[in-house]
């Protein structure tokens, strides 16, 4: 018996299994020790899926000729999902634009047709955005088919299908590339810096929305740092996953910003101006460093 993993020929040893119902669900442990998902698998030629258990399950070993097996990574495969919600977003943002620009009088069918799928599509968003301000989830709910509204808005509609694809393409740059994106969102925050600076001094002079305006922009930025220094971590081809200076860096900076929150709740501006100018900024010159010699 040939068996194979993605089209790649492996070595399995055969041990006390007598038919393919047992061999399946060993390998399928195998995969998830080894941090990969099951998706599907080939026997002799023909997919599982084609048929029910009852009709492999019980199959003899001796009479498996190739076995093919598939499998991916999970962020891989969180990956490949994020590319196909911005499919679906680029499809229906070339709908509304067909609409509009044809006066009404094609498209209607297709933008009907396409947001009727919004429902899963939402719910596959909402796993990437969760809880973020303006998600495109909130954008695409606010979509509708209605002549009348469509003709009054198509064009704003398209305007936030532009909008959700730029979400969608970041989301997926961290995806690809999460080391180039977690240094370039370090070296954006030093550029922040001097603003930070002037952060616990606003709070003293009564400038308040000048302050929590660039504190916002520091917590987007950190939202992405998190997010690019979790996929690097987990990602299959990443040296930083057993990088144990990274991790610390990234304990130190997540204790500071949990003492920057207590501040901000007890308004202790000296801790706050401590923190922003004197304490975050080595951590994160620190993580950069340490990140660009992987």
């Not at 040893?13 to 020790?33: N, R």
């Not at 097996?69 to 490949?80: C, K, S, V």
């Not at 969102?185 to 308040?208: A, E, N, R």
Request: aromatic share 6%; glycine share 6%; hydrophobic share 40%.
């Amino acid at each position: 018996m040939e068996i194979f993993l993605n089209d790649e020929p492996i070595d399995v040893s055969i041990q006390e299994e007598k038919i393919l119902g047992e061999l399946v669900v060993g390998l399928k442990e195998w995969l998830s020790e080894n941090s990969l998902i099951f998706l599907g698998l080939e026997v002799n030629g023909t997919s599982i899926e084609e048929s029910s258990p009852s009709d492999w399950e019980s199959m003899a070993l001796d009479e498996v000729r190739t076995l093919h097996i598939w499998a991916n990574h999970p962020l891989l495969i969180q990956q490949d999902q994020l590319k196909l919600l911005l499919e679906y977003t680029v499809l229906l943002g070339s709908s509304f634009e067909e609409y509009g620009q044809s006066g009404g009088k094609r498209g209607i069918e297709q933008v009907e047709e396409i947001l009727k799928e919004s429902p899963g599509i939402l719910l596959a968003l909402d796993r990437f955005f969760p809880g973020d301000s303006a998600t495109p989830q909130e954008l695409l709910r606010g979509f509708s088919y209605d002549t009348q509204i469509l003709n009054e808005n198509w064009d704003k509609y398209l305007d936030s299908c532009r909008t959700i694809e730029l979400l969608l393409q970041s989301r997926i740059r961290e995806y690809e590339r999460p080391q180039d994106e977690a240094i370039g969102t370090l070296k954006t925050i030093h550029t922040l810096q001097g603003s930070l600076s002037q952060v616990s001094v606003q709070l003293q002079g009564g400038k308040v929305d000048q302050a929590l305006l660039t504190i916002q922009h520091l917590v987007e930025l950190l939202q992405k740092l998190a997010r690019t220094m979790g996929l690097l971590k987990n990602h299959p081809s990443s040296r930083a996953q057993d990088d144990f200076k990274i991790q610390e860096a990234g304990e130190t900076l997540n204790t500071l910003l949990e003492e920057l929150v207590q501040g901000m709740e007890n308004n202790d501006v000296v801790l706050i101006g401590d923190i922003l100018e004197y304490e975050l900024p080595p951590v994160f010159e620190r993580l950069q460093s340490l990140l660009e010699d992987i």
